[in-house]
């Protein structure tokens, strides 16, 4: 499995790094995140669980048996990105994500979707990617 769409309202979008991985991730935007607006950490994991649940068609128990942590980030309230995801202005669309993902002094390295300059800018799969780029660079001493 790597995306599942569902009909839950608050959150339609699930999906994992790869197949076989131990984690999932539930998201939510726009209407149905301000829903979620004021709700603490664990009421946003609840309401999650029980999407989910509904999701497989599996009993909500089933779930939180299986729930060994979560972690739950507001998007909307981080103020560096303020709930937005990357855009590139017509013309821009190689070069602007280079200069964002080029290692400063092969000491300082950068990844994110918005650093991804293979056509995955403002996607969950292009951050992924120069996760693992960056990790690469990382581990290499160097710039790959």
Request: a negative charge.
């Amino acid at each position: 499995m790597s995306f599942i769409f569902s009909k839950s309202e608050l959150f339609p979008t699930w999906w994992s790094p790869r197949p076989g991985a131990p984690v999932l991730t539930g998201w939510t935007a726009g209407g149905s995140a301000r829903k979620l607006i004021g709700s603490t950490s664990k009421e946003v994991e609840e309401i999650a669980v029980t999407a989910l649940a509904e999701t497989l068609g599996v009993e909500t128990k089933l779930i939180r048996d299986l729930h060994q942590a979560s972690y739950f980030h507001d998007w909307q309230a981080d103020r560096f990105s303020q709930g937005a995801y990357s855009y590139v202005l017509v013309g821009g669309a190689e070069s602007a994500q280079k200069q964002l993902a080029a290692p400063v002094e092969d000491t300082l390295f950068f990844a994110g979707e918005a650093t991804h300059y293979e056509g995955h800018y403002a996607m969950v799969h292009g951050a992924i990617a120069t996760g693992r780029r960056a990790a690469a660079e990382v581990l290499a001493g160097r710039s790959v």
